[in-house]
T-cell receptor, first 117, second 111 residues
Framework: EAGVTQFPSHSVIEKGQTVTLRCDPI?????LYWYRRVMGKEIKFLLH????????ESGMPNNRFLAERTGGTYSTLKVQPAELEDSGVYFC???????????????FGSGTRLTVV | TQLLEQSPQFLSIQEGENLTVYCNSS?????LQWYRQEPGEGPVLLVT?????EVKKLKRLTFQFGDARKDSSLHITAAQPGDTGLYLC???????????FGKGTMLLVSP
């Protein structure tokens, strides 16, 4: 099966511009997550979709970040306007269920490296 | 805020040596996962441990979950150059399906 696909793989934008990241989860996975790794820090949770609904968006840094998941399929994460501190690697992940069971785990995409200059 | 402290941050060893990576927290997790990440790729799940005291083996890798479900360790026996990569531990937050990650351990195994 196809994995989690993210694009672009890299994006360099100027401060104040807008960038939209896209994630295509594994087909049939209702759960989609966005995480971010800022340089020198750990990977941190941003938000969680169940189908098209936002289940948990407690990790979103501020209202410059807007995530959507149209029809419960792919998701976009828009940053507008971008600031220097938004630079980092943005990971998308999907999972079939949310049970904390033996086999639970995410499938991650390769990430989008965002650089704001 | 739950935190996971991972140690060491960096480890450089020779092929054939053994090593252990630690993941510690003051918080209880419903499960703990270990991922391996290579440059330019996303983390890839290695194992999930759920029960306190649980030990799982994956070839030369042994994973252990602490009795109180607050800490975990990864032991690699006879490391090989192919084991090189960033190893991440991640705790599942009770009642949620979100993960708290450690900063990772960068392992370099030289031939």
């Amino acid at each position: 099966e196809a994995g989690v696909t993210q694009f672009p793989s890299h994006s360099v934008i100027e401060k104040g511009q807008t960038v939209t990241l896209r994630c295509d989860p594994i087909s049939g996975h209702d759960n989609l997550y966005w995480y971010r790794r800022v340089m020198g820090k750990e990977i941190k949770f941003l938000l969680h979709f169940v189908k098209e609904s936002k289940q948990d968006e407690s990790g979103m840094p501020n209202n410059r970040f807007l995530a959507e998941r149209t029809g419960g399929t792919y998701s976009t994460l828009k940053v507008q306007p971008a600031e220097l501190e938004d630079s980092g690697v943005y990971f998308c992940a999907s999972s079939q269920d949310t049970l904390m069971g033996q086999g639970f785990g995410y499938t991650f995409g390769s990430g989008t490296r965002l650089t704001v200059v | 805020t739950q935190l996971l402290e991972q140690s060491p941050q960096f480890l450089s060893i020779q092929e054939g040596e053994n090593l252990t990576v630690y993941c510690n927290s003051s918080s209880v997790f419903s499960s703990l996962q270990w991922y391996r990440q290579e440059p330019g790729e996303g983390p890839v799940l290695l194992v999930t441990v759920v029960t306190g005291g649980e030990v799982k083996k994956l070839k030369r890798l042994t994973f252990q979950f602490g009795d109180a479900r607050k800490d975990s360790s990864l032991h690699i026996t006879a490391a090989q150059p192919g084991d090189t990569g960033l190893y991440l531990c991640a705790g599942a937050n009770p009642g949620y399906s979100t993960l708290t990650f450690g900063k990772g351990t960068m392992l370099l195994v030289s031939p």
